[in-house]
């Protein structure tokens, strides 16, 4: 079963930018529309954004728009989300996930990430 490996997660001041990095443990992914959730404690999950496999279509949730940039790398089967101008409100637990087929709002998640902690201080 495919799984992926999130890195990059960590402690940022408000304002501040962080890149968070998955990697697929199978070349198949790199077929696959890929993206990321994050989950606040006491909260639901939250649908960030997401990228087709070739790069062409992305979309991201209206919070993060201007923001956050994803992008992937198919010859290392890796998705990054990068995050500039972070909020204390961006503080939850980020999750990349995969999908078989190509919708990106929502991505229909099939596989799915470990999480890594992002928290952004005031």
């Known amino acids: 079963q495919v799984q992926l490996l999130e890195s990059g997660g960590g402690l940022v001041q408000a304002g501040g930018s962080l890149r968070l990095s998955c990697a697929a443990s199978?070349?198949?992914?790199?077929?696959?529309?890929m993206g990321w959730f994050r989950q606040a404690p006491g909260k639901e999950r939250e649908f960030v954004g997401a990228?087709?496999?070739?790069?062409?279509?992305?979309y991201y949730t209206d919070s993060v728009k201007g923001r956050f940039t994803i992008s992937r790398d198919n010859g290392k089967v890796t998705v990054y989300l990068q995050m500039n101008s972070l909020k204390p409100e961006d503080t939850a637990i980020y999750y990349c996930?995969?999908?078989?087929?190509?919708?990106?709002?929502?991505?229909?998640?099939?596989?799915w990430g470990q999480g890594t902690q992002v928290t952004v201080s005031s």
């Open positions: 996930a995969a999908s078989w087929d190509n919708s990106l709002s929502p991505l229909r998640a099939n596989y």
């Open positions: 199978e070349r198949t992914v790199a077929a696959y529309a």
């Open positions: 990228i087709s496999w070739s790069g062409a279509r992305t």
